[in-house]
């Protein structure tokens, strides 16, 4: 390569007004220098600037106008200044001069970095921030964590006591239970805003515009952030919002491999194209469908061989000794091969994403869900597309969640290329084309009161709405069941299934008298009343496609061998569930299901009992609590998302270095680890403490 005639190129480009090309153009043309082991020279560093790419200056080898150029474009982001590029810069100024923003920009356009920069200038007392998934939640919670902590508290769990200053990062379904509690929002910010279409997201839809309805009086200001939308058509949720379009300015170069031409639908050439580009670099392999994941799985089995990097033996090894020893996700680690999905526990997946992260570790492909490849960055050079799905409903992507996926691939400073490998033809319309379009859930009507928003609901659901509060009105009384959804105190919005829930209460709550076992301290003794409560809503512990009407039969068996969680190891649960054919998959999707669902659901049953049967109202709050909690002290869970695994907070326990009891908050805990220090942990534990438990450990440290 000439890079003095490609600058010449380039600057032609520049001349004729086609800067997306010319910026295309510099940042492939940094690759090449980086990728030749070569540095900026003073022209490279002009030519950067020209293009807009401030950051990307080397302030070592440029001229004193570029170095000043540079220094124009700083910001300070949280203890550092750090020069962001010239739209952001412009983005950046529209928020502090107050505007509320619908931004949309390519994945790579660094939308967050915005973020961290408004808190450091404007100081706002509290910041929303709403993220679609917990893995994004874990992965901005680490970042503000390390810019903010110190003058603000990072709140991401429940039941937490605000602070002076408050940074609240959720999912949706989280958002939702801080509405009575957050009195004022300085900045409330949407993160992957197009979510709240049900045609981009079926499933988190409905409780993110719950969210925003109930918390959008409260904000002062709003950001939005959504991918390559081209038009925003009219809707409550945005009116009086700017949209700001910056779709054509890239950090970061993709190239798309289109191999599906050549694969033809031929299942063996599409493995092997796999296999050839998971050779080298990072990988992101994107498979919606557990049959799929279940196929890539085999294949990396049967060709991989082991690798000896120290970091993935020990984490192979950990899995095997504190989930079971066959598993095979241990066995794929061994060959630099990770697997992410929202069934895991959530330290596995972190723990993947640090190693994955770590070009030393050895573990360079995770095959994901969307559970990882929306929205999280990662070292990712290459994004594997091995199939066009979505992972719900057996609905193919649409084509904002795509080019979302696409948008994973390169890194800025670390791969100023990106690679997308389209093994599967992906059917979805162009970029161009792409409107987002938002239509009012109709459960959420009765729970809304600002006319704003009603305006957005049309006389059919309005109709719908009202026929089903009438029935539900005439158990509970007039009134009652409004004030609940205005109060949050239901969490589901699903007006038919409260109303079976209040005509079963009313009817037959005399089937339902053995609710007090719920309280005996032998899990044997829940058999029938489980079984009752799982027939009356089965769909909140549905977890298997294949088992039909045994799967019921199995939830209520896990539960009650789940209920011995905190006292016996994983794989002990695992042998006694063997015989029922429950395993480890299985193990972590019922978990997931027990602990959100299913809970869910005997809350709202709970809430409607003691207002239909209030003279012999039985009240099961502590089973819901243990279930949601997985039958655990609560802040194990909680203390999981911050990188810590349930059976090293069990060791911690055992050995009375801290004391883990039913009350104790993450706030807490969180005080006594600092307190105590890893040095004594360790000391403490002694031969129950692995080396890889320290590697834990110190990450975990590192988080708080």
């Known amino acids: 390569m000439d890079t003095f005639i490609e600058c010449k190129n380039i600057y032609k480009l520049i001349n004729n007004n086609q800067l997306a090309k010319a910026r295309d153009s510099t940042i492939s043309l940094l690759q090449n220098i980086k990728d030749s082991n070569g540095i900026y020279d003073e022209l490279i560093n002009t030519l950067i600037r020209e293009v807009g790419l401030y950051q990307y200056i080397d302030e070592k080898t440029s001229n004193w106008s570029d170095r000043f150029a540079k220094e124009m474009f700083k910001v300070d982001t949280g203890g550092e200044r750090q020069a962001i590029h010239i739209e952001q810069s412009d983005v950046l100024r529209r928020l502090i001069n107050g505007e509320n923003i619908a931004l949309s920009a390519p994945t790579s356009f660094g939308k967050s970095f915005i973020i961290d920069a408004f808190i450091a200038q404007k100081s706002p007392k509290n910041v929303v921030i709403i993220v679609p998934t917990i893995s994004l939640t874990d ?249 066009f799905k979505s992972g719900k409903a057996n609905q193919n992507l649409t084509p904002l969640s795509y080019r979302n996926i696409k948008g994973r691939a390169g890194r800025m400073f670390r791969h100023f290329i990106g690679n997308v490998y389209e093994l599967v033809e992906p059917k979805t319309r162009e970029q161009d084309s792409i409107q987002l379009n938002i239509e009012i859930d109709g459960s959420l009507i009765s729970g809304i009161t600002d006319s704003n928003y009603l305006s957005g609901v049309t006389n059919d659901q309005q109709a719908k709405s009202e026929t089903f509060i009438e029935k539900i009105d005439a158990i509970l009384g007039t009134g009652v069941y409004k004030s609940l959804r205005l109060h949050n105190q239901l969490n589901t919005s699903n007006e038919e299934l409260v109303y079976k829930i209040a005509v079963e209460l009313k009817d037959n709550y005399g089937e339902y008298k053995s609710l007090k076992m719920l309280h005996a301290a032998k899990p044997e003794k829940w058999d029938y009343i489980l079984g009752k409560l799982i027939f ?46 429950i395993g480890i998959e299985d193990f972590f999707t019922l978990e997931k299901k027990v602990c959100h669902s299913f809970a869910s659901y005997l809350h709202d049953f709970n809430v409607l009992n003691r207002i239909i049967n209030p003279l012999d109202f039985i009240d099961i709050t502590p089973f819901i609590t243990k279930c949601s909690n997985a039958f655990m002290p609560g802040v194990v869970l909680e203390l999981e998302e911050y990188g810590l695994p349930r059976m090293i907070t069990k060791k911690i326990h055992h050995v009375n270095v801290i004391h883990f009891n039913e009350t104790m908050n993450i706030d807490t805990a969180i005080v006594n680890f600092k307190r105590v220090g890893k040095k004594l942990i360790v000391e403490r534990c002694g031969k129950f403490i692995e080396e890889f438990d320290e590697f834990i450990l110190d990450n975990f440290y590192e988080n708080i």
């Not at 949209?243 to 031929?266: A, C, G, P, W």
């Not at 061989?305 to 079971?324: A, D, G, P, T, V």
């Not at 060959?335 to 770590?358: K, P």
């Not at 016996?568 to 063997?578: G, R, V, W």
């Open 139 to 387: 992965e901005t919670r680490k970042r503000l964590n390390k810019k903010f902590s110190h003058s603000y508290k990072i709140i991401t769990t429940p039941n937490i006591t605000l602070g002076e200053r408050n940074i609240f990062v959720f999912p949706q379904e989280r958002a939702v239970m801080y509405v009575e509690i957050i009195e004022e929002i300085d900045l409330l910010i949407i993160d992957e805003f197009y979510k709240i279409s049900k045609e981009n997201d079926s499933e988190r839809a409905s409780k993110l515009q719950q969210a925003l309805i109930r918390l959008d009086h409260k904000a002062k200001q709003k950001y939005f952030l959504a991918p390559n939308i081209s038009t925003i058509k009219q809707n409550p949720f945005t009116k009086g919002m700017v949209t700001v379009r910056k779709l054509d300015f890239n950090t970061v170069v993709l190239k798309s491999h289109k191999l599906y031409k050549e694969i033809n639908d031929d299942l063996e050439k599409k493995k092997t194209h796999l296999l050839k580009i998971c050779q080298k670099d990072k990988n992101l392999v994107y498979a919606a469908l557990f049959k799929e994941i279940d196929i890539l799985r085999e294949l990396f089995l049967e060709k991989y061989i082991i690798r000896n990097q120290r970091q993935i033996l020990l984490f192979s090894e950990w899995l095997k000794k504190n989930y079971h020893p066959t598993w095979t996700l241990s066995d794929l680690i061994l060959r630099g091969i990770g697997i992410h999905n929202g069934r895991l526990h959530r330290s596995i997946t972190q723990l993947q994403v640090l190693l994955f992260d770590d070009q030393e570790s050895g573990l360079d492909t995770i095959i994901s869900t969307s559970s990882l490849i929306e929205g999280v960055n990662t070292s990712a050079k290459n994004v594997i597309v091995w199939s």
């Open 536 to 581: 009356l809503n089965a769909q909140s512990i549905r977890w298997a496609e294949d088992r039909e009407g045994k799967q019921y039969k199995d939830a209520r068996k896990y539960i009650q061998v789940l209920s011995k969680q905190w006292t016996t190891s994983i794989s002990n649960l695992l042998k006694e569930l063997e015989p029922d054919e």
